[in-house]
C-alpha cells in the first residue's frame, strides 16, 4: 500500500526559504504525477504545482517565480521549495498524488508550517 | 486561470434529505472534474473524478454529475458521517485550481 509522507521545519522566518520533503512508501514513482497543495488556516485549498517521475514540472502561475518541485527517484521522495517566505504562506502543505486520474487519490497527513520571526 | 465557484457556502441538512452541491467553471473544463470531502484536522478525501467515476471505496450515494461548466455532487441520503467541507477540482492543460468548498452541516 503507498502512502506519503511529508517532513520539514513547522517554523521558518519571513524572507527565508522553506524546503518540504515527501517521502513515498510502495509503489513506483515513474508512472505518476506528484503533488504539493497548501491550506492556510481556515481557508481552501491551493494547488502549488507538481512533478512527474521523469522531473518534468508545472507551477501554480500565482507562486510560479518562487516554487522549485524536484524528485529523486532513488530516494523514493519529492520535494518542494518555496522562496522569498512571507506570514501569507502560513499554511499546511499536503503532499498528493495523481495517479492519470486528473485528481489526487492520495494525500500524506500534512505538515503545519508557520512563517514567524 | 480558471476559477471555480461553488454554491451554496454552507448546506444545513438533515439526515436522510438529499444535497446538491454546484460547481461553476468560468470556462470549459472538459469532464477534468474532481470532488473531495475534508473534515477538520484531516487531508482531503476524494470521491469522484472525471466528473462522475467514484473513487475506489466511495459509497454509491455520492453521485456526480455535469459537463462543460456545469458541475454537481449529489449525495442522495446524507448519512451523519457526510459532515465536512466538499471542494471541487478541475484540471485542464495540467494546470490545477479548487473551488473554495461548500460546506455541509447536519442537522
Known amino acids: 500500500q503507498v502512502q506519503l509522507q511529508e517532513s520539514g521545519p513547522g517554523l521558518v522566518k519571513p524572507s527565508e526559504t522553506l524546503s518540504l520533503i515527501c517521502s513515498v512508501s510502495g509503489g513506483s514513482l515513474s508512472s505518476s504525477h506528484w503533488a504539493w497543495i497548501r491550506q492556510p488556516p481556515g481557508r481552501g485549498l491551493e494547488w502549488i504545482g507538481y512533478?512527474?517521475?521523469?522531473?518534468?514540472?508545472k507551477y501554480s502561475p500565482p507562486l510560479e517565480s518562487r516554487v522549485t518541485i524536484s524528485i529523486d527517484t532513488t530516494k523514493r521522495q519529492f520535494s518542494l521549495k518555496l522562496t522569498s517566505l512571507t506570514a501569507a504562506d502560513t499554511a499546511v502543505y499536503y503532499c498528493?498524488?495523481?495517479?492519470?486520474?486528473?485528481?489526487?487519490?492520495?494525500w500524506g497527513q500534512g505538515a503545519r508550517v508557520t512563517v514567524s520571526s | 486561470e480558471i476559477v471555480l465557484t461553488q454554491s451554496p457556502a454552507t448546506l444545513s441538512l438533515s439526515p436522510g434529505e438529499r444535497a446538491t452541491l454546484s460547481c461553476r467553471a468560468s470556462?470549459?473544463?472538459?469532464?477534468?472534474l474532481a470532488w473531495y470531502q475534508q473534515k477538520p484536522g484531516q487531508a482531503p478525501r476524494l470521491l469522484i473524478y472525471d466528473t462522475s467515476i467514484r473513487a475506489t471505496g466511495i459509497p454509491a450515494r455520492f453521485s456526480g454529475s455535469g459537463s462543460g461548466t456545469d458541475f454537481t455532487l449529489t449525495i442522495s441520503s446524507l448519512e451523519s458521517e457526510d459532515f465536512g467541507i466538499y471542494y471541487c477540482?478541475?484540471?485542464?492543460?495540467?494546470?490545477?485550481?479548487f473551488g473554495g468548498g461548500t460546506k455541509v452541516e447536519i442537522k
Open positions: 512533478t512527474d517521475g521523469s522531473g518534468n514540472t
Open positions: 498528493a498524488r495523481d495517479e492519470a486520474l486528473g485528481a489526487f487519490e492520495l
Open positions: 477540482q478541475q484540471r485542464n492543460t495540467w494546470l490545477v485550481t
Open positions: 470556462q470549459s473544463v472538459g469532464t477534468y
